[in-house]
Structure formats: structure tokens, C-alpha cells
């Protein structure tokens, strides 16, 4: 029941996102400031390296206007900062391709954004797609290489102690040779990760990434030496050859799982590290312990190998258990909806590893109920389809090379505030039949339009619906009740549109798109926040922030002190000609933490129109929302914040 619990947890928590995808960005894309930006700060999905990014601000003539390397923001490591000089009035294109910390693939993007006018031709809804390069050639060898020696190395370790019970020099020298194999792979992917990198391997090895490396090969180091004495061992002594070249195995396995997509995660990272880790292991002790075993039998069938055929059987078959358990547990929690399976690239790949596992269930099947038994007096058969096994088993291993340099598809998230048109969402049902795209604009609290693009997924048509509505949930602390629109057909049989107010209060939102067809009904669940436009009025510190109201009034913000700890959080009201604005009411304020989470702060009067809102902030990039009523109407503004450590 335990092990049921944490599958059912690992299976049902947030998925890593993997590869540093971009997040959000100040200035966000499209902008148009009136006052140039002091710098440029992104935010990514997974932690960069920052001595592997690489940042540039360029001018409409191409020349660079950024100022240094790109630096960690303060408390932030998700963030980089590059700095920029006092800026003309023009359009800026932000260019950057960074380096994951965690699992050292590249990605790379571009942007444009605004000063004193507007990047009409660039201008973008939400945030620009990051462009992820395909997988080198030479990291899927050099890391299936890895892959299939530390599998041979762990088999025969495996099967020396348990199978067979002595050592068998033959055997023996499968270790060996894997745990070649094993050292060749990480130098081919040292290699590969560093001309991804564009650096040399000085500046590699003393980033995250190279550590990484080196503790791969550090780990196959041992398991080399330990295969090597299971080579030269007498009798008496194998089991320390043989143990430590599972350790060293086990551990290697363990530092390319821990350098993978599982660590991306920013919950449960040990348990789907751990997770990965036993799946990897299984394969191991399943496929490397049934090449030895082969090694281990051969000549002429006997009672003593088809002892050791049946232990083999056993623990194989337990090792499968695992394995298939493990696999949909780590398939579901990266891939996430069916329709992501058929979609994207590492979907396809996971579909192809689920059908060759199935090819090897049905030919290990095979042997467990029909080649085991007659071992005692025939072998020829479990050698025959056992040699085929392990030639799919090497293509699946391909396949699972792939995997790891491929992303995940991204999770349907929130929009990153910032959209200067329309916010713009999508995401599918739970079983991955309908896909919907929903356009917000202009993306503010208060009225906007809504239109909604409904297409199946399997087939890419549109989607029959008779009825097409919009149920609204706020996620902040203000306790307000949930409502429907209604949508119509919009020309298209695809689009239907309405008119709406739902989006009442600034912030996060939970919108429900309901679907009906002629005969089946679908609920696509989405996460869409209000566009949040402000612009830099004073670098400070604090920074001030200046966000443009109704009627040509205006709301200035800023956090002091600014760090991790007790903060407040100022909103001053001005009209149009300057003077404070007197606001009635205290105004509703919701803070959002990095995550999403909404934050209660407590507010209060400073002077007619300027408010407080006070509580602890943690460190990382947060939003705040403020919505006031005054003579001009509805007030909502937002800005957004790093939180130093």
C-alpha cells in the first residue's frame, strides 16, 4: 500500500517542466515603456547556468546596447539579469540562449520589446516560444553508449552473486567491456555537451553540468576497477569484484538520473529522482543479467544451468515489476495528457518505448512459460528468443538515449502577465480528445472579450458542439462566486466568442471550458491570468513602478526594503493632472508568490490615496494586484517584483 501511495503521488504532482524554457520576462514581449528599462531580467522553468548564458540586447540596426554578462538575480536563481544603458526611444530585440543546470540541454529565444512606441510588427501575445535544438547525434550515442554498458555492468555484477552463486570468466569479461563502453559514452557526451555549450572544457567542468559529468565518470571509474578484479579474482574473492562493480554501476546510474529530467522538479525532486533511479536499475538487473546469463550457459544443457536459468527467471521477474511500474509512473508525470502523447516529439518517443517494452513482455512471456522450463534438456530455444530479446531491449535503450535529450511538453500553465493584446491559453481534457485556444482581450479585469478555438486533437478538425461556455473561478483570497459565460458561434465552426465581465478582479484565474457535442460532453481546465502593464518610473531603491489607469489617472508602486522577510507594499493614487487621487475604500491587494499562490497582506490607509499592504515575502519574482473604485470607476493595477534573499 506505501509503494501504491507514493506512485499515486509521484503520478498526480506537477510535472517538470525540463530544458530552461523561458518563464516570463521584464520588460514582458511587446511592451511599449515610456521610460527605457535600467535591464532585462528571465525567468526560466529550470535554473540556469549563467556561465554558460548567453544574453543580448540589441537595437533596430543589430549593434548590442547590453551592458556585461548576465548575472543570477538576487535571490532568484531562476532569473538572470543583464544590464542595459540609458536607451533612445526605439525597438529593442532581446536574444538568449542559456544552458539547464540541471540537465544541461541548451535552449534559445528572442523577443522584442518597445521604447516610446510600440514593436507593432513584433509584438507578441503571452510569451515568445523558446526554440529547443534537436538532440545531437553524438550526445543519443555517446549516452546510449553509457546506458548500455552500465546495464551490461550491473547484470553481470547481479548475476555472478545471485544466478550463478561464482565467478565465470567469460561473464566477467562482459563487465569489463561495459564498463568500457560506459567510460567511452560519458567522454563521447562530455564532448557533445560541451560544443552545445560553446565553451571549453575548463569553463564546462567548472559549472554544474561538468560536475555532473565527472561524477558519471568518477562512478564508471569504480565500476571498471571492480570489474576488473571480478576478471582476475580467484574463486574465494570474486564477491568483491562483483560488488564493487554493482556499486560503482548503481551509482553511476544514479548520477545520470540525478542530471536528468526527474531533478527538474520543483516538488518530489528525490522521490521521481528515485523513482527514475529504480527504473533504471530494473532494466539492469533484467536486461544485463540476461546477456550474462547467455554468456553463462553456454554448451550443452545441464541440471547445474537450468538451476541458474530459473533464479535468473525469478529475479527477472520481479525486476519487470518494477520496471513497468516505474515507467507509467515517470511517463505519466513528464508527459502528462493523452493528447500530448501524439503531439509532441518526446510523446511519440514515449509511445515508441511503451510499444518495444511490449515487444519484450511478450517475448520474456515467452521464455518464462515455455524455453525455462525445458532448459534442463534443451537450450537452443531460450538462446534463440533470447537473443532477440536483447536486440529490441538495445533499440529500446536507443530509444530511452532520445528520451533524455528531448523535452517534455511544457504543462498548459498560466499565461505570463505581461501580454500586451490578448492573453492567450490553451490546454486539452483529461483524456486528451478536444483541444481549446483561449484569447482573452484586452486581458485586463473588467470587460473582454472572449473567443474560444475547439478542435479535436487526434484529427485536428473542428469540434461539432452544440453548446460552448466559460466557467470562471478566482484563485486569490477574496471570496467572490464562480460564473458562467455563455459563448456563440463566431464564423468558423471552430470559434465561438462572448462578451464578459467574469474577469472581474486583477490576477489568477481557474477557467473551465465546457464543450458539449452531439453526444459527448468534455470540461478543459485552464489557468489564465490578467495582462499585468506597468513600466519603471525611478530605478530607486526601491525601484518604483508606474501602472496607467481609466480617465488618465495613474497608480506608483514599489516594495521596501525589497528583500526575503516582513515587506510592504505601496500604491499611491495620482489623477490626471498629478494630484494623489482619494480613494473611498481600501483597495482589494493579492500577492502571488513565485509559484502562483495567492498571499493575504494586510492593508492600510497611509493618506487619501495612498495604501499599504503589508506581510512576509519569501525570495523570488512576485505579482502584485491592487483593484480601488473612485469617482473615474474600476482601478486595477499591477506590477511585478523580485524578492532579494
Not at 522584442?112 to 510588427?121: I, L, N, R
Request: charged share 15%; net charge positive.
Amino acid at each position: 500500500m506505501a509503494a501504491l501511495a507514493a506512485g499515486m503521488l509521484l503520478a498526480t504532482a506537477p510535472r517538470a517542466l525540463a530544458h530552461a524554457n523561458l518563464r516570463s520576462s521584464d520588460p514582458p514581449a511587446g511592451a511599449a515603456l515610456s521610460q527605457p528599462p535600467p535591464s532585462i531580467s528571465l525567468t526560466f522553468t529550470e535554473v540556469p547556468e549563467p556561465v554558460l548564458a548567453v544574453v543580448h540586447v540589441l537595437d533596430s540596426s543589430g549593434r548590442d546596447v547590453d551592458a556585461g554578462s548576465p548575472k543570477p538575480a538576487p535571490g532568484d536563481p531562476h532569473t538572470l539579469e543583464v544590464s542595459v544603458g540609458r536607451l533612445p526611444n526605439g525597438v529593442y530585440t532581446v536574444t538568449w540562449r542559456v544552458v539547464s543546470k540541471t540537465d544541461g540541454h541548451a535552449t534559445a529565444g528572442s523577443f522584442a520589446f518597445g521604447v516610446g512606441e510600440a514593436p507593432s510588427a513584433r509584438s507578441v501575445s503571452g510569451l515568445p516560444q523558446p526554440t529547443n535544438p534537436p538532440p545531437s547525434p553524438a550526445e543519443v550515442a555517446g549516452r546510449w553508449a553509457m546506458l548500455l554498458g552500465l546495464v551490461a555492468v550491473l547484470g553481470v555484477a547481479m548475476a555472478t552473486l545471485i544466478v550463478f552463486g561464482e565467478r565465470r570468466v567469460a561473464v566477467a569479461r562482459l563487465a569489463v567491456a561495459g564498463a568500457v563502453s560506459a567510460m567511452v559514452g560519458v567522454v563521447v557526451l562530455a564532448f557533445a555537451q560541451r560544443s552545445s555549450a560553446g565553451v571549453g572544457f575548463g569553463t564546462l567542468f567548472g559549472t554544474q553540468v561538468g560536475r555532473a559529468l565527472l561524477w558519471r565518470a568518477g562512478a564508471i571509474a569504480v565500476a571498471l576497477v571492480g570489474s576488473v578484479l571480478l576478471l582476475r579474482a580467484s574463486q574465494g574473492r570474486y564477491p568483491v569484484g562483483s560488488g564493487l562493480a554493482m556499486a560503482g554501476a548503481l551509482a553511476a546510474m544514479l548520477a545520470e538520473v540525478a542530471a536528468g529530467h526527474a531533478a527538474g522538479s520543483e516538488t518530489y525532486r528525490w522521490a521521481k529522482v528515485g523513482a527514475q533511479w529504480l527504473h533504471f536499475a530494473s532494466v539492469g538487473v533484467w536486461i544485463g543479467g540476461l546477456a550474462a546469463l547467455l554468456i553463462g550457459i553456454r554448451g550443452a544443457a545441464s541440471e547445474d544451468k537450468a538451476r541458474a536459468v530459473r533464479r535468473f527467471s525469478a529475479l527477472a521477474l520481479y525486476a519487470l515489476l518494477v520496471l513497468a511500474a516505474t515507467g507509467i509512473v515517470r511517463a505519466v508525470n513528464e508527459v502528462g495528457s493523452w493528447g500530448d502523447l501524439f503531439t509532441s516529439a518526446y510523446g511519440l518517443v514515449v509511445v515508441a518505448k511503451g510499444v518495444l517494452f511490449t515487444v519484450l513482455l511478450s517475448i520474456g512471456a515467452l521464455n518464462r512459460y515455455r524455453s525455462v522450463p525445458a532448459a534442463a534438456r534443451d537450450l537452443s530455444g531460450l538462446r534463440r528468443v533470447s537473443r532477440g530479446e536483447l536486440s529490441v531491449a538495445a533499440v529500446a535503450l536507443v530509444a530511452t538515449a532520445l528520451l533524455t535529450s528531448l523535452s517534455p511538453p511544457a504543462p498548459q500553465r498560466a499565461v505570463a502577465p505581461g501580454a500586451v493584446n490578448a492573453v492567450v491559453v490553451s490546454g486539452s481534457d483529461f483524456s486528451g480528445a478536444v483541444r481549446v485556444r483561449l484569447e482573452v482581450e484586452p486581458g485586463v479585469a473588467g470587460p473582454n472579450r472572449f473567443r474560444a478555438t475547439v478542435h479535436d486533437v487526434d484529427t485536428g478538425q473542428p469540434v461539432a458542439a452544440r453548446r460552448v461556455a466559460l466557467r470562471f473561478a478566482f484563485r486569490g483570497a477574496q471570496s467572490i462566486g464562480g460564473s458562467t459565460l455563455e459563448l456563440r458561434p463566431a464564423g468558423a465552426a471552430e470559434v465561438f466568442a462572448a462578451a464578459g465581465t467574469n474577469l472581474s478582479l486583477a490576477g489568477l484565474w481557474a477557467a473551465t471550458v465546457l464543450v458539449q457535442g452531439r453526444t459527448d460532453s468534455f470540461e478543459i481546465p485552464l489557468d489564465l491570468a490578467t495582462a499585468c502593464r506597468f513600466r519603471l518610473l525611478s530605478p530607486g531603491p526601491p525601484p518604483i513602478y508606474v501602472s496607467d489607469l481609466p480617465g488618465g489617472a495613474s497608480v506608483q508602486e514599489y516594495v521596501d526594503p525589497g528583500t526575503a522577510g516582513f515587506n510592504e507594499v505601496h500604491f499611491t493614487y495620482f489623477d490626471q493632472k498629478g494630484a494623489e487621487l482619494p480613494i473611498a475604500d481600501l483597495p482589494a491587494v493579492t500577492a502571488w508568490d513565485p509559484s502562483g499562490r495567492p498571499v493575504q497582506l494586510d492593508v492600510r490607509r497611509f493618506s487619501p490615496g495612498h495604501f499599504v499592504a503589508g506581510g512576509q515575502l519569501g525570495p523570488g519574482r512576485w505579482r502584485f494586484d491592487a483593484t480601488a473604485s473612485a469617482g473615474v470607476g474600476s482601478l486595477s493595477a499591477c506590477f511585478q517584483e523580485t524578492i532579494s534573499g
